[in-house]
Protein backbone atom coordinates (compact mmCIF):
# COMPACT_ATOMS: atom_id res chain seq x y z
CA UNK A 1 0.00 0.00 0.00
CA UNK A 2 1.27 3.40 -0.73
CA UNK A 3 2.25 5.61 1.70
CA UNK A 4 -0.07 8.62 0.39
CA UNK A 5 -3.00 7.53 -2.15
CA UNK A 6 -4.80 9.68 -3.85
CA UNK A 7 -7.59 9.19 -6.91
CA UNK A 8 -5.61 11.12 -9.70
CA UNK A 9 -8.61 11.84 -11.78
CA UNK A 10 -9.04 14.15 -13.74
CA UNK A 11 -11.92 15.41 -12.29
CA UNK A 12 -13.82 17.36 -15.10
CA UNK A 13 -16.47 19.78 -13.46
CA UNK A 14 -18.42 22.70 -15.07
CA UNK A 15 -18.01 25.92 -13.67
CA UNK A 16 -19.84 26.79 -10.45
CA UNK A 17 -19.87 22.57 -9.37
CA UNK A 18 -18.80 21.52 -5.59
CA UNK A 19 -16.08 18.88 -6.41
CA UNK A 20 -14.25 16.64 -3.47
CA UNK A 21 -10.89 15.39 -3.33
CA UNK A 22 -10.02 11.96 -0.72
CA UNK A 23 -6.87 11.25 -0.24
CA UNK A 24 -5.79 8.32 2.14
CA UNK A 25 -2.62 7.31 4.46
CA UNK A 26 -1.19 4.39 5.95
CA UNK A 27 0.86 5.54 8.94
CA UNK A 28 -1.16 6.21 11.72
CA UNK A 29 1.13 8.08 13.73
CA UNK A 30 1.00 11.03 11.17
CA UNK A 31 0.84 14.35 12.49
CA UNK A 32 0.83 17.18 9.94
CA UNK A 33 -1.65 17.21 6.82
CA UNK A 34 -1.62 19.91 3.81
CA UNK A 35 -2.98 20.35 0.72
CA UNK A 36 -1.01 21.87 -1.96
CA UNK A 37 -2.18 22.61 -6.01
CA UNK A 38 0.52 22.08 -8.68
CA UNK A 39 -0.07 24.30 -11.65
CA UNK A 40 1.25 22.75 -15.04
CA UNK A 41 5.05 22.98 -15.15
CA UNK A 42 5.33 25.51 -11.78
CA UNK A 43 6.24 24.47 -8.36
CA UNK A 44 3.71 23.40 -6.22
CA UNK A 45 2.07 26.49 -3.55
CA UNK A 46 0.62 25.60 -0.03
CA UNK A 47 -3.44 25.43 -0.55
CA UNK A 48 -4.04 25.26 3.07
CA UNK A 49 -3.15 23.12 6.07
CA UNK A 50 -5.80 20.25 7.76
CA UNK A 51 -6.83 20.17 11.14
CA UNK A 52 -8.72 18.17 13.07
CA UNK A 53 -10.92 20.10 13.89
CA UNK A 54 -11.68 21.03 10.00
CA UNK A 55 -11.13 24.38 8.40
CA UNK A 56 -12.30 26.27 6.08
CA UNK A 57 -10.88 28.99 3.54
CA UNK A 58 -13.21 30.66 1.20
CA UNK A 59 -14.48 28.31 -0.98
CA UNK A 60 -12.18 25.67 0.09
CA UNK A 61 -12.42 23.38 3.16
CA UNK A 62 -10.55 20.81 4.69
CA UNK A 63 -11.36 17.59 6.76
CA UNK A 64 -9.39 15.34 8.31
CA UNK A 65 -10.30 11.49 9.67
CA UNK A 66 -8.18 10.40 11.72
CA UNK A 67 -9.69 7.14 12.63
CA UNK A 68 -10.30 6.03 9.11
CA UNK A 69 -6.88 7.40 7.90
CA UNK A 70 -8.00 10.47 5.63
CA UNK A 71 -8.14 13.97 4.39
CA UNK A 72 -10.85 16.01 2.21
CA UNK A 73 -10.51 18.60 0.09
CA UNK A 74 -13.77 20.43 -0.67
CA UNK A 75 -13.99 22.83 -4.10
CA UNK A 76 -17.18 25.13 -3.46
CA UNK A 77 -18.42 27.29 -6.69
CA UNK A 78 -15.12 25.83 -8.63
CA UNK A 79 -13.93 28.81 -10.71
CA UNK A 80 -11.95 28.06 -14.31
CA UNK A 81 -8.65 28.77 -12.15
CA UNK A 82 -9.44 26.40 -10.09
CA UNK A 83 -8.22 24.06 -12.67
CA UNK A 84 -4.43 22.43 -11.35
CA UNK A 85 -3.71 19.55 -9.88
CA UNK A 86 -4.39 19.12 -5.70
CA UNK A 87 -1.27 17.60 -3.71
CA UNK A 88 -2.11 15.98 -0.57
CA UNK A 89 0.59 15.92 1.73
CA UNK A 90 1.38 13.98 5.18
CA UNK A 91 4.05 14.45 7.79
CA UNK A 92 5.44 12.51 10.55
CA UNK A 93 8.83 11.55 11.86
CA UNK A 94 10.69 13.91 14.51
CA UNK A 95 14.04 16.32 14.21
CA UNK A 96 16.28 15.26 11.21
CA UNK A 97 13.98 12.22 10.45
CA UNK A 98 10.93 14.74 9.94
CA UNK A 99 9.48 13.56 6.35
CA UNK A 100 6.87 14.83 4.13
CA UNK A 101 5.37 12.61 1.78
CA UNK A 102 3.56 13.59 -1.51
CA UNK A 103 0.65 12.25 -3.15
CA UNK A 104 0.11 11.73 -6.75
CA UNK A 105 -1.74 14.35 -6.98
CA UNK A 106 -5.46 14.46 -8.04
CA UNK A 107 -5.56 16.24 -11.60
CA UNK A 108 -9.20 19.00 -11.71
CA UNK A 109 -9.97 20.37 -14.84
CA UNK A 110 -12.86 23.35 -14.63
CA UNK A 111 -14.54 23.77 -17.83
CA UNK A 112 -17.01 26.79 -18.47
CA UNK B 1 7.57 37.03 2.29
CA UNK B 2 9.47 33.59 2.70
CA UNK B 3 10.83 33.82 -1.31
CA UNK B 4 12.82 31.07 -2.29
CA UNK B 5 14.57 31.43 -6.02
CA UNK B 6 16.18 28.45 -7.91
CA UNK B 7 18.75 29.24 -10.70
CA UNK B 8 18.81 28.54 -13.54
CA UNK B 9 15.20 27.98 -14.47
CA UNK B 10 15.70 25.80 -17.24
CA UNK B 11 18.91 23.88 -18.93
CA UNK B 12 20.36 22.42 -21.50
CA UNK B 13 23.24 20.47 -21.62
CA UNK B 14 24.64 17.48 -23.28
CA UNK B 15 25.07 13.76 -21.77
CA UNK B 16 28.43 13.65 -19.72
CA UNK B 17 28.32 17.22 -18.69
CA UNK B 18 27.41 18.43 -15.10
CA UNK B 19 24.91 20.71 -13.97
CA UNK B 20 24.42 22.90 -11.02
CA UNK B 21 21.47 24.24 -9.40
CA UNK B 22 21.11 27.08 -6.97
CA UNK B 23 18.74 27.70 -4.60
CA UNK B 24 18.15 30.77 -2.50
CA UNK B 25 16.11 32.33 0.35
CA UNK B 26 15.76 35.21 -0.35
CA UNK B 27 14.08 36.96 2.85
CA UNK B 28 14.38 34.45 5.49
CA UNK B 29 17.25 32.24 6.46
CA UNK B 30 16.97 28.37 5.75
CA UNK B 31 18.61 25.50 8.19
CA UNK B 32 17.04 22.98 6.03
CA UNK B 33 16.43 22.70 2.59
CA UNK B 34 14.79 20.10 0.57
CA UNK B 35 16.01 18.80 -3.15
CA UNK B 36 12.82 17.24 -4.98
CA UNK B 37 12.69 15.89 -8.87
CA UNK B 38 9.52 15.60 -10.40
CA UNK B 39 9.00 13.58 -13.94
CA UNK B 40 6.11 14.20 -16.20
CA UNK B 41 2.98 13.29 -14.89
CA UNK B 42 4.40 11.55 -11.57
CA UNK B 43 4.69 13.29 -8.50
CA UNK B 44 7.38 14.31 -6.15
CA UNK B 45 10.18 12.12 -4.91
CA UNK B 46 12.00 14.07 -2.49
CA UNK B 47 15.91 13.27 -3.15
CA UNK B 48 17.89 14.61 -0.46
CA UNK B 49 17.27 16.55 2.61
CA UNK B 50 20.47 19.42 3.17
CA UNK B 51 21.34 20.58 6.50
CA UNK B 52 23.41 24.00 6.83
CA UNK B 53 26.70 22.85 7.86
CA UNK B 54 26.24 19.63 7.67
CA UNK B 55 26.34 16.85 4.99
CA UNK B 56 22.79 15.96 3.11
CA UNK B 57 20.75 13.15 4.36
CA UNK B 58 19.85 11.05 0.61
CA UNK B 59 16.84 9.45 0.38
CA UNK B 60 17.07 5.69 -0.47
CA UNK B 61 18.00 4.92 -4.15
CA UNK B 62 19.66 8.46 -4.86
CA UNK B 63 23.26 8.80 -5.60
CA UNK B 64 25.23 11.12 -3.44
CA UNK B 65 28.20 10.80 -5.91
CA UNK B 66 26.19 11.66 -8.84
CA UNK B 67 23.65 14.55 -7.21
CA UNK B 68 26.22 16.43 -4.87
CA UNK B 69 24.65 18.44 -2.32
CA UNK B 70 26.36 21.57 -1.15
CA UNK B 71 24.85 23.47 2.05
CA UNK B 72 27.00 26.17 2.49
CA UNK B 73 24.88 29.06 4.23
CA UNK B 74 21.78 29.93 5.45
CA UNK B 75 19.94 31.08 2.39
CA UNK B 76 21.90 28.83 -0.27
CA UNK B 77 21.77 25.63 -1.29
CA UNK B 78 23.25 23.84 -4.60
CA UNK B 79 22.80 20.34 -6.19
CA UNK B 80 25.10 19.63 -8.77
CA UNK B 81 24.18 17.05 -11.58
CA UNK B 82 27.29 15.02 -12.07
CA UNK B 83 27.50 13.58 -15.78
CA UNK B 84 24.31 14.31 -16.46
CA UNK B 85 22.26 11.45 -18.93
CA UNK B 86 18.99 12.09 -20.88
CA UNK B 87 17.89 9.84 -17.89
CA UNK B 88 18.26 12.66 -15.67
CA UNK B 89 16.26 15.17 -17.18
CA UNK B 90 13.43 16.09 -15.08
CA UNK B 91 11.94 19.03 -13.14
CA UNK B 92 14.13 19.51 -10.13
CA UNK B 93 12.30 21.86 -7.25
CA UNK B 94 14.53 23.02 -4.33
CA UNK B 95 12.36 24.06 -0.81
CA UNK B 96 13.17 25.70 2.36
CA UNK B 97 11.92 25.83 5.58
CA UNK B 98 12.39 28.81 7.74
CA UNK B 99 15.18 27.81 10.89
CA UNK B 100 12.18 29.97 13.02
CA UNK B 101 9.31 27.78 12.01
CA UNK B 102 9.03 24.60 13.33
CA UNK B 103 6.06 23.09 11.84
CA UNK B 104 6.37 21.76 7.87
CA UNK B 105 5.67 24.74 6.12
CA UNK B 106 8.23 24.27 3.54
CA UNK B 107 8.55 27.09 0.81
CA UNK B 108 9.37 26.09 -3.32
CA UNK B 109 11.29 27.22 -5.17
CA UNK B 110 10.32 28.17 -9.12
CA UNK B 111 12.12 24.48 -10.57
CA UNK B 112 14.46 24.01 -13.29
CA UNK B 113 13.59 21.74 -15.55
CA UNK B 114 16.62 20.09 -17.26
CA UNK B 115 17.04 18.40 -20.51
CA UNK B 116 19.98 16.46 -21.44
CA UNK B 117 20.58 15.68 -24.69
Known amino acids: RKEVEQDPGPFNVPEGATVAFNCTYSNSASQSFFWYRQDCRKEPKLLMSVYSSGNEDGRFTAQLNRASQYISLLIRDSKLSDSATYLCVVAWGAGNNRKLIWGLGTSLAVNP | GAVVSQHPSWVICKSGTSVKIECRSL??????MFWYRQFPKQSLMLMAT?????????EQGVEKDKFLINHASLTLSTLTVTSAHPEDSSFYIC?????????????FGPGTRLTVL
Open chain 2, 95 to 107: SARDYRNLADTQY
Open chain 2, 27 to 32: DFQATT
Open chain 2, 50 to 58: SNEGSKATY
